[in-house]
């Protein structure tokens, strides 16, 4: 069975200090993972994707994820934040043979510190 | 570059009233997928269309309905509205399976009273 788990529904750093945003799967296939980002009133944006390339995946605005499969994790970085990073993020996980096998991690809400 | 469409933005309905949900895209998308996203449980798919003329259930398919009758657009109804419904609404897209991601709708918050 798949499952995604999102381990902390709140993280609050300082502007221009790291961000870490942890994400941890289950899979018993090859998954493909996902994040994405979402604004206040707004729907949901791709961040970035792993699909079996390379394990180290840059993404837009100056975030980046790591896939490893040994501690099935996929982990969202950014090396310093903004205001503007302010929001909810979203790690997901795909079965590529199934349409249906999406699931959505129950997210973590960014906040930034002045 | 318009994407993915979601008409209405906001509804408030009274229980037992029924309504249809519009998504609409232009990317040429086979799949379509209809969410309801509640705090603290993530999104979960209610439906979903593999192609034109074709539908599927999701995890959460109760009391909803859809139809696929243009690639382009992806319906879904709510018959009898009931509070639990109360929810928002995404609509989204992809060009295969989603191996290469998905495109979301802005949402509809939808309000049952």
């Known amino acids: 069975a798949q499952s995604v788990t999102q381990l902390d529904s709140h993280v609050s750093v300082s502007e221009g200090t790291p961000v870490l945003l942890r994400c941890n799967y289950s899979?018993?296939?090859?998954?493909?993972l996902f994040w994405y980002v979402q604004h206040p009133n707004k729907g949901l944006q791709l961040l970035l994707k792993y699909t079996s390339a390379a394990t180290l995946v840059k993404g837009i605005n100056g975030f980046e994820a790591e896939f490893k499969k040994s501690e099935t994790s996929f982990h969202l970085t950014k090396p310093s934040a903004h205001m503007s990073d302010a929001a909810e993020y979203f790690c997901?996980?795909?079965?590529?043979?199934?349409?249906?096998?999406?699931?959505f991690g129950s997210g973590t809400r960014l906040s930034i510190r002045p | 570059n318009a994407g993915v469409t979601q008409t209405p933005k906001f509804r408030v309905l009274k229980t037992g009233q029924s309504m249809t949900l519009l998504c609409a895209q232009d990317?040429?998308?086979?799949?379509m997928y209809w969410y309801r996203q509640d705090p603290g449980m993530g999104l979960r798919l209610i439906h979903y269309s593999v192609g034109e003329g074709t539908t599927a259930k999701g995890e959460v398919p109760d009391g909803y309905n859809v139809s696929r009758l243009k690639k382009q657009n992806f319906l879904l109804g709510l018959e009898s509205a009931a509070p639990s419904q109360t929810s928002v609404y995404f609509c989204a897209s992809s060009y295969s399976q989603g191996t290469y991601g998905y495109t979301f709708g802005s949402g509809t918050r939808l309000t049952v009273v």
């Open positions: 997901v996980v795909t079965l590529y043979s199934s349409a249906s096998k999406i699931i």
């Open positions: 899979s018993s296939y090859s998954p493909s």
């Open positions: 990317m040429n998308h086979e799949y």
